[in-house]
Structures are given as C-alpha cells and as structure tokens.
C-alpha cells in the first residue's frame, strides 16, 4: 500500500504504509533502517544462512547457541521483521522482485556491485516499481576509480579526516572509540531517503541515493577544508589536533579536569565573562583567581595551562556529579565525563526522559534499547517490537505479502530458498 | 533548459539557530528549501568564531560560519522587540517549519512558543533543539559541544591507553552539535512527510543529550547486557577487553589503521604473498596463521605477534602505499587523512566532485572557494549550495518583498534598531 492510500485520520507514525526493503547489515544501515522503523516504517530485513547480519555474532553476545542473542543486534534491528530469502535461488529472486514491486524503499550497505552483480541494479528495480526509492550506502559510492574499495567505520573516519582531528597535540590520533561514521552514515541515510520520499509526495518521481560513508565524513571537515582553500593552512601542523580546548572560539577555560575516583573526569566550558565570575564564585573565590593573568578572557586563554591546574586542584576533590550540579547551579556549563553506568542507572535525566525503555525478548528477557533521541506531539516514535529473531516473520510475509500458499512455504524452506 | 529539480523546493524554514541547530539549515538549504536566518542585528555568534579568512574577524569572514551556514538567506531583527515579534509571526504564518535552539523556554517568553506560532499556522513543523530536553531535572542546565559530548557517554570512549595520564579526548569538530542537528533534521523531515497527509504541523522536542546518548554504539549494551564496562583505546574501538593496537606508522610519518587481519582468508594468503615478495614474510606464512584467517580470529597471543610483522612491513612503506596495495586485496585499511589531504585524491575530488567551487562574489566578480560537499548523491534532484549569507543581506527584500512592508516602514525600523542590513546594502539600493 502506498501512502497516499491510506485515509489521513488513521495515520499514527510519521512513516505509516512505507515498505523498506532492508538489505543492510553491521552498524551503519541498520542504523538508517532503525530510525526509519521508528519511525512507523514497515521495515523487512532480508537475510539467509550464508549472508546473516554479521552483528548477530558481535558482541555483547549472550550465548553462540543462537543467532538471536546480542545485545547490539537487539538495539539496532528493533522494530524490523526478518525474512531469509535466498537471492542466488531463481525462485528466491523472483520473490524479491514481487517484494520490490509492492515496496517503496530499498535500503543496502553492501559494497558497490553486488546488487548489480545480481541484477538489481537501480535501472532494473525502476522497471519492476517505477517510483522506487534506492538507497545505497557503500564506501566510496557508485562511480569513481575507487568504488571498489571497502570501509568499516573506522576507516571512513580515518580517511575523511576525522580520527585526525581527534587527539591531543604532538601525540598520534586518539580519534573515535567506536563506529561514529557508522552511526552517522544511517543517519545521512535516513535524512536522505525522507527528503527523497517527500519529493516522491510531491512529483510521483523515485530515485537513487549514492551515499558514500568516506565522503559523509568529509562533508563534516567543512571547516577545516575551507582553511585550506582559502587561507592555504593545513590541519596538520604543529599544536593540533587541539585535544580539549578551544583555539577556534580562543575561550578558556575549556577542557577536562580530573575528578575524585578512578579514572573520572568533568569538562567544563567557559564562554563569557559572566559564566567565569559564576565559575569563581561556585569555588568560594579562590585566591589565584584574582591573579591579573586570569583578568580577561584573553588572558585566561593564554594563560590557559597554569588556569586548568587550579582548576584541576579544585575539581580533584569531588566526583564528576558533583561538579556538574555545583557548575549547573551556578551557571556555567559543565559536565560528567559519564560512564555507561551513569547514564543507564544514574543520569536522572535520561530516565525522565524515557531514554532506555524495555522490550521483550523472546531469547533475551527483558531487555532495554535506546530511543530515538526526541519527542514529537503527533507522532512520537513507539517501541512495537524487540529485534526478530532470524526469519521470524518469513511464513506471514511470504504468505499474507507475497501470496505463497503454505504447500510452496514448505518447499522454500526444503530447497534452501527461504 | 529545466530548471534544475530540488527535493525540498517549494519549503520555507525559519532558522532561529546557533551551533547546535544551524546544520539543519544547511542541510536542508542545499538540497533547495528556502532557509531565512533569523538572526540578531549584531548576528549570530557562531559569526565571531575563527578561523577567518585572512584571520580577519568579522562577521562575515568567519569560515566556520561559512561552513555550517550555505544555502541561507539572512534577515537580522531584534525578536525582542514589539516590531521584531510581529515580523517573526508574519514570516511565521505563511512558513512551513521552524527550527530553533534557544535555551527551553526562552521563545515562549517572548510570546513566540509553538502555541501561540501553530494557532497562525497550524501546519507549522517546530523543532526546538536543545541541550538536554524541554523537561526533566536538567532541563535549564547549560550545554555547549563538549558538555554534549562528555555526559551523552562519547568521551568516555575516545582517548588513549597508552600514553600515561591522558584525559578522555573529545573528538574535535563539533560533532556534539552535528549529532544533535542530525537527529533534529531526521525528526523534522519526518514530520513533514506526515504533514504531507494531514495537513498538520506538529511540535519536536529534540535534545543534544539524548542525541549523543544514543550514538555510542557497543558501550550501553555492553553494560545493559554483560554488566562490563568498555575502556577507551588509542584511536580504535572502545572494548570490555583490549584489543591490537590498530595505528601503523609508516615510513613517511603518517598513520593508517591496520585491522581485521585474519577476516578474510583470500585477503589474508594475499597479503603474505606481497609480503613475502618483499622478503618480509617471516614464518607468517605459516598453517597456524591460515587457521586463524579460517576462524576469524580476533585477538590472541598469536595475532599480536603476527600483528608485530606486519607492523614492520606497513613501516617500510608510505602511508598511500599500503593504502592502496591493501585496499587491493580488500583490506579495509585507510590512511589516518588531515582533511585537507583529500582534495589531492582523484576518487573524491576529481570523479566525485566532492570539492565543488561555490561563488563569493562579494569579493569581486568570478570569485570563488572549495567547499567540502555534498554528502550525498541523489539522482534526480542533486545537491547544490550557495555562500552563507552576510549579515542582514536579505533583510530588506524579505520585508519588502515577502511582508510588502514600504519603504518607510523599512526605514523606521532600521532607525530604531530593530533590523539591520548588511553595508552595502540599503533601503535605496
């Protein structure tokens, strides 16, 4: 069912009637394909034996008898149902243009021949459903000399510039602790593939996304490239990357302080005169305060080694906690470096918020996802299903979907098609 | 000709943004919504943030505020005043979303929260941006990128654990912002899309805390499920257990990361063929070895060694070098890039036309600069994107020609303070 088919009053989720074809897999499409089941999309993840999402076995994994039991793969793939179907089997194949003919988006993350490779390339799938919208999310892209390299996250940021710009100064590149152009990625996908169903809305007309992981991290280096072009300064030089400052905004204080506890840390940052004096006044007005090294905020920033040290002297004594409610009460911007204990069990925040609501799982128990970070009035996002487990919904999709009669559902399982 | 397509033409956005929300503006400017900037008559502070061209800081040299703010119109009012509020509400009344990150609160203050807009504009999408939320106990404690970055959990994963006594590292960028803005913008198309059917606007509460809480991968599902805390490790995955180092150094002082050695056994025969064509091969060429490309092996004793070999050979070669060679052999190794390093590769600069030329004509006739571009290719309705604006650069044709306001009326209100135009440009031009 299209969208436009559906009668406006019974439209509950942003994306009700808008059938994704889920061919993504790891970390970065089932990010774009999780928001998009958030948001009321009728999400169908396609695996088989020989190609199960490689997340299923990454960890946290709580036990290898099943496919169905990590944890990430529980937060990713919440709200799709799965479906194995078998594309190198011609009846397989046939089934999937029957899918793509009653679908709206084809979502992959595959590098960038395969679905060429099988025939499905984006000329091919406009034949079977001529408004569909496909995106790809591939390394490289779909064009140029080097399509046909392949990208984990780490190496899209590597490569875009980013874990360069992450580390402090005259050490190598601390860069990113985890996939964040994974994440980013999905969410590129996911702005893309509704920008290009709102001008299906409008003109009847699909198309093809080309996104490339490389080239979504470069266009977060916007600043940093224009540097370059236009003052000719590289970011590579000496003093950079700028580890927890702020030479950009030439601000101090800015940066991370040690706190009480192991390995605890706050950051606190600084961007007026009036924050400063509500920062001295939180510390009972120390003495060096008053140090005329410290009288302006260009002051401050020059002098910025010996400023963090007594700040550090004061933050040392107390827990990250309690130096952000201390700096928050006072008004000025502060932080606990937090743990994931903290936010889990802790940040009141967060569980105002509803931020780790529960779903069961049917090999999981009781198990708590993270939402989609906001709240909307008319259609807030909803928690309807835990992640599936692996072709789960292959009997009701191949039957009340694809119209096979339960004599042929017997065969596809005994012919290795589904 | 046609007239180039645009997904979003045809949508009108007020953009009452900072740096947490102003990418929004952008990303939707560039792929053809109509974006006022409505910012002070002294402008937007993001304005004043280096570095400058030609380290000049003026508000419209700012090359941070360039990157984050093409595609845009600029009408510069005071929102403050009795005739700033009623300009907002005009523009308000006949726009299709509002985008703003003021602190919670402070719109509906000034009589310009979601009610009162939506009650002239029931279709109007409003995202309020902000740092933890319109509710809750942190509701009114400040935000800035790194505060972002450090309660929402990211810091705690990124930094080292071999250099002795070092803080966690925040990944410089302002990605704090931009994860915030990225979800803002996926929740405000979203709304669009159901306003497509409706008719009805609706109200987002976004915020850059849960934003960045949800954007730490394996870290809260470690704990949610295992009870085990990830630790950070120096320039690579954050882990419940440590894992090879993955930064190579090579020969011409550059890095790359170096992993997955034993996911692929094709990959894995080959790279010991290149080896030990160089002679550098040792015993890896060993059965021990091809077991663990069989099984996959992701850390052990073994692999560390095999790990220290291949270190040495990635040494004696440039960064491009292995780059490329490993790349070949479907490693997804990649060179540890500054950014500005890209616009010399032919895959993204050349045939991905990933540096595009944008016009700045405000510094003479057929001016232009390399902007790092599109992060996405759509067939049919492609990105294009224009300068930020100056400041107060379309004040006076929005008055005047969206508001019909006259020329006198324009006049008062500049004289009063209440709006400016950029130099340059007068109510007589």
């Given amino acids: ?418 | 000709m046609t007239a180039v397509k645009s997904a979003l033409s045809g949508i009108t956005v007020l953009e009452l943004c900072g740096e947490r929300g102003h990418l929004m503006g952008k990303l939707m400017g560039d792929m053809g919504a109509r974006i006022i900037k409505v910012e002070p008559t002294s402008g937007v502070a993001e304005r004043l943030v280096g570095p400058y061209k030609d380290d000049d800081p003026h508000h419209d040299m700012s090359l941070y505020f360039w990157a984050h703010n093409t595609s845009k119109q600029s009408l510069s009012v005071d929102i403050e005043s009795k005739e700033g509020k009623n300009i907002l509400k005009d523009i308000a009344s006949s726009a299709d979303v509002l985008i703003e990150d003021f602190s919670p609160g402070y719109l509906p203050s000034l009589g310009l929260g979601f009610e009162m807009l939506s009650s002239l504009n029931p279709g109007l999408v409003m995202t309020s941006l902000t740092g933890f939320g319109q509710d809750g106990p942190y509701r009114d404690y400040k935000s800035s990128d790194i505060v972002s970055l450090a309660m929402g959990g990211i810091m705690h994963s990124c930094g080292y654990d071999d250099v002795p006594n070092t803080p966690p590292i925040r990944p410089s960028g302002d990605h704090g912002n931009k994860i915030a803005s990225h979800y803002g913008l996926i929740g405000t198309l979203s709304a669009l899309i159901h306003r497509d059917f409706t008719g009805k606007g609706q109200y987002i509460d976004a915020s850059a805390h849960e934003a960045c809480s949800s954007t730490t991968e394996a870290a809260l599902p470690t704990y949610l499920y295992q009870e085990k805390v990830v630790f950070r490790q120096t320039g690579r995955h954050h882990g419940a257990v440590p894992t090879p180092k993955t930064l190579c150094k090579t020969s011409d002082n550059k890095y790359i990361i170096v992993f997955q050695l034993f996911n692929n056994l094709n990959s894995w025969l080959s790279l010991v063929k290149w080896m030990t064509a160089e002679g550098m091969a040792e015993d890896l060429g060993d059965e021990r070895f091809k077991e663990m490309a069989r099984h996959r092996t992701r850390t052990s004793e073994e692999a560390d060694y095999a790990f220290e070999i291949v270190r040495k050979f990635v040494a004696a070669h440039t960064a491009e070098e292995i780059y490329r060679g490993a790349q070949a052999l479907k490693f997804p190794w990649g060179t540890v890039r500054s950014p500005e390093e890209n616009l010399e590769d032919p895959h993204f600069a050349i045939d991905r036309d990933m540096f595009p030329n944008i016009e700045h004509s405000e510094f003479g006739d057929g001016v232009t600069f390399r902007y790092a571009g599109t992060p996405y290719k759509f067939s049919s309705t492609p990105w294009s994107a224009t300068r930020a604006p100056l400041l107060g650069e379309h004040t006076f044709s929005i008055l005047s020609n969206d508001l019909g306001y006259s020329k006198a009326k324009i006049d008062t209100l500049l004289d009063r303070g209440t709006i400016s135009v950029s130099k340059g440009f007068t109510c007589n031009s």
Wanted: with cysteine; hydrophobic share 35%.
């Fill in chain 1, 1 to 418: 069912m299209k969208p436009t088919d559906l009668p406006p009053l019974n439209r509950q989720n942003a994306l009700e009637g808008v059938r994704v074809i889920d061919f993504t897999w790891i970390v970065a499409g089932p990010q774009c394909t999780r928001i998009l089941g958030d948001f009321g999309a009728e999400v169908i993840k396609i695996e088989s034996e020989s190609n199960m999402d490689y997340t299923r076995g990454i960890p946290p994994v709580m036990g290898a008898d099943s496919p169905n039991k990590s944890g990430l793969f529980n937060t990713l793939n919440r709200n799709k149902r799965s479906l194995t179907l078998n594309v190198m089997h011609p009846r397989g194949m046939e089934m999937l243009k029957d899918l793509i003919s009653v679908s709206d988006v084809i979502v992959e993350n595959f590098s960038s021949r395969v679905l060429e490779k099988w025939g499905l390339g984006y000329e091919e799938q406009k034949k079977i459903r001529p408004d569909i919208v496909y995106c790809s999310m591939s390394g490289f892209g779909h064009s140029g000399r080097d399509r046909d390299h392949v990208t984990w996250g780490p190496t899209a940021q590597a490569l875009s510039g980013l874990t360069f710009m992450s580390g402090l100064p005259g050490q190598e590149s601390a860069g990113w602790g985890f996939s964040y152009m994974d994440h980013s990625g999905g969410f590129y996908g996911a702005i893309a593939i509704q920008m290009a169903l709102l001008h299906r809305n409008r003109t009847g007309e699909g198309q093809h996304l080309d996104l490339s992981q490389v080239e979504a991290g470069i266009g977060m280096t916007g600043t940093a490239v224009l540097d370059y072009t236009v003052n000719g300064r590289a970011f590579r030089r000496d003093g950079m990357p700028p580890g927890n400052r702020s030479p950009d905004r030439a601000i101090a204080p800015h940066n991370s302080y040690r706190c009480k506890g192991d390995d605890r840390w706050c950051v606190i940052s600084v961007t007026c005169e009036e924050e400063w004096q509500a920062l001295i006044r939180a510390m009972n007005n120390p003495e060096w305060s008053t140090d005329s090294k410290f009288s302006d905020m260009l002051s401050r920033y020059k002098n910025q080694n010996e400023l963090d040290k007594n700040i550090e002297s004061w933050t040392t004594l107390r827990t990250p906690h309690e130096v952000l409610e201390i700096f928050q009460n006072a008004g000025v911007p502060a932080g606990a470096v937090q743990t994931p204990p903290d936010r889990a069990d802790i940040d009141p925040q967060l569980k105002h918020r509803r931020f780790l609501p529960e779903i069961e799982h049917a090999e999981l128990g009781t198990t708590r996802v993270e939402s989609i970070p906001m709240k909307m009035s008319e259609t807030p996002w909803k928690l309807k299903r835990p992640s599936p487990l692996f072709g789960e919904h292959s009997p009701e999709i191949y039957t009340e979907l694809l119209g096979v009669e339960e004599e042929e559902l017997g065969k596809f399982y005994e012919e290795g098609i589904a």
